[in-house]
């Protein structure tokens, strides 16, 4: 057990509808971090929080949005979900934000898209 | 844009047998290199880490990996394989002073059987 925690384990939705994941770090850890696991793209940064602010993007789509709130819990919002977006949507979490330190992940949601 | 390849897809041993996993980087600059296991429905979970230093590192469960600066490569080894050791392994780069997150290579998944 890495202490990052993640709901819901599974989420079975239709296309075009949201859904939001939630992510609780480890107690101490500032920063948050997104992933998504699919079969073609293999394991992808979305995007970093470090306490409460944006960090750092990567291939996150516009549909997808994030958030870390003052309890440093964050949440990955979905929208408009297609096909392509059922993955495994992991969130780890770290003491700092940009100097390096070992990110600690969550057991992933995950998402299928009917 | 950087990125990791992690030739081998799958590959199939017997127990006892020695473990050699390829993983190649694509960026000149300076790099912090890891490691990561995910056992079949687990989180990922560091396996280990090459920040500077001592180019041959050792991990958990006796695995190691060695950085090769020439090669852009940092293979992850293990002398004798065990049966619990089926998992995928991901290999992943930090590039220095471009914040915490990580560019993972494709995984590969090891099965060892008994």
């Known amino acids: 057990d890495s202490g990052v925690t993640q709901t819901p384990k599974h989420l079975i939705t239709a296309t075009g509808q949201r859904v939001t994941l939630r992510c609780s770090p480890r107690?101490?850890?500032?920063?948050v971090y997104w992933y998504q696991q699919s079969l073609d793209q293999g394991l992808q940064f979305l995007i970093q929080?470090?306490?409460?602010?944006?960090?750092a993007k990567g291939n996150i789509l516009e549909r997808f949005s994030a958030q870390q709130f003052p309890d440093l819990h964050s949440e990955l919002n979905l929208s408009s979900l297609e096909l392509g977006d059922s993955a495994l949507y992991f969130c780890?979490?770290?003491?700092?934000?940009?100097?390096?330190?070992?990110?600690?992940f969550g057991p992933g949601t995950r998402l299928t898209v009917l | 844009a950087q990125s990791v390849s992690q030739h081998n897809h799958h590959v199939i041993l017997s127990e006892a047998a020695s473990l050699e996993l390829g993983c190649n980087y694509s960026?000149?600059?300076?790099?912090?290199l890891f490691w990561y296991v995910q056992y079949p429905g687990q989180h990922l979970q560091l396996l280990l880490k090459?920040?500077?230093?001592?180019?041959l590192v050792k991990g958990i469960k006796g695995f190691e990996a060695e950085f090769i600066k020439s090669k852009f490569s940092f293979n992850l080894r293990k002398p004798s394989v065990q049966w619990s050791d089926t998992a995928e392994y991901f290999c992943?780069?930090?590039?220095?002073?471009?914040?915490?997150?990580?560019?993972f290579g494709g995984g590969t998944r090891l099965m060892v059987k008994p």
């Open positions: 107690s101490g850890d500032l920063s």
């Open positions: 992943a780069v930090r590039l220095f002073n471009a914040g915490n997150m990580l560019t």
């Open positions: 780890a979490s770290s003491v700092a934000g940009l100097a390096v330190n070992e990110q600690f």
């Open positions: 090459y920040f500077s230093g001592d180019p």
């Open positions: 960026y000149g600059g300076t790099v912090n």
């Open positions: 929080y470090y306490n409460g602010e944006e960090r």
